[in-house]
T-cell receptor, first 112, second 115 residues
Framework: QKEVEQDPGPLSVPEGAIVSLNCTYS??????FMWYRQYSRKGPELLMY????GNKEDGRFTAQVDKSSKYISLFIRDSQPSDSATYLC????????????FGTGTKLQVIP | ETGVTQSPTHLIKTRGQQVTLRCSSQ?????VSWYQQALGQGPQFIFQ???????GRGNFPPRFSGLQFPNYSSELNVNALELDDSALYLC??????????????FGSGTRLTVV
């Protein structure tokens, strides 16, 4: 079993839709949770990070963490064609060196 | 100069050869990590360097090695290349004080193809 599971998609939605992206994890030591966006032929770009459980909002993006269920989500409101990319969830813990464990990524396509 | 820059952008090597990939960290960042991203997969942690020493390593064999220089630039060396080493290699920089837990700055990567 992988430490972090993420549905690879692809996920196709019409412009303006609300998008929900999710990851589950098995390592209860994870305390930091991140979402990265990766466009084709580019490196990942940090969208949001959260610590422990709770919600965090930034513009059209909302990240949720439920540590009791080992489940994290990213919601994108009013999705735009420019949001078409692969979304990677990522997690880490506070001890030792800072290794970040990534999901496989979900490919999102927003259709105009 | 801002951002993380990697060179070269693309590389084709023959099985058994050696390769060196280079990275210039974001200004002010003193920690560099290298990741391997196979097609359709998430990035996998190779190792991290801080103060010119390796201070963490993922599940990669010793033929993967690295260097960090006083100006925080870095190299990833891979010896005895295998076909499975074909991947996008990503360099990520961060501050030791805040760490990767608050997010990396990634470069655009080097696409390595081993034939």
């Amino acid at each position: 079993q992988k430490e972090v599971e993420q549905d690879p998609g692809p996920l196709s939605v019409p412009e303006g839709a609300i998008v929900s992206l999710n990851c589950t994890y098995s390592n209860s030591a994870f305390q930091y949770f991140m979402w990265y966006r990766q466009y084709s032929r580019k490196g990942p770009e940090l969208l949001m990070y959260t610590y422990s459980s709770g919600n965090k909002e930034d513009g059209r993006f909302t990240a949720q963490v439920d540590k009791s269920s080992k489940y994290i989500s990213l919601f994108i409101r009013d999705s735009q064609p420019s949001d078409s990319a692969t979304y990677l969830c990522a997690m880490s813990w506070s001890g030792g060196y800072q290794k970040v464990t990534f999901g496989t990524g979900t490919k999102l396509q927003v259709i105009p | 100069e801002t951002g993380v820059t990697q060179s070269p952008t693309h590389l084709i090597k023959t099985r058994g050869q050696q390769v060196t990939l280079r990275c210039s960290s974001q200004s002010g960042h003193n920690t560099v990590s290298w990741y391997q991203q196979a097609l359709g997969q998430g990035p996998q942690f190779i190792f991290q360097y801080y103060r010119e020493e390796e201070n963490g390593r993922g599940n990669f064999p010793p033929r993967f090695s690295g260097l960090q220089f006083p100006n925080y630039s870095s190299e990833l060396n891979v010896n005895a290349l295998e076909l499975d080493d074909s991947a996008l290699y990503l360099c990520a920089s961060s501050l030791a004080s805040t760490g990767a837990n608050y997010g990396y700055t990634f470069g655009s990567g080097t696409r390595l193809t081993v034939v």
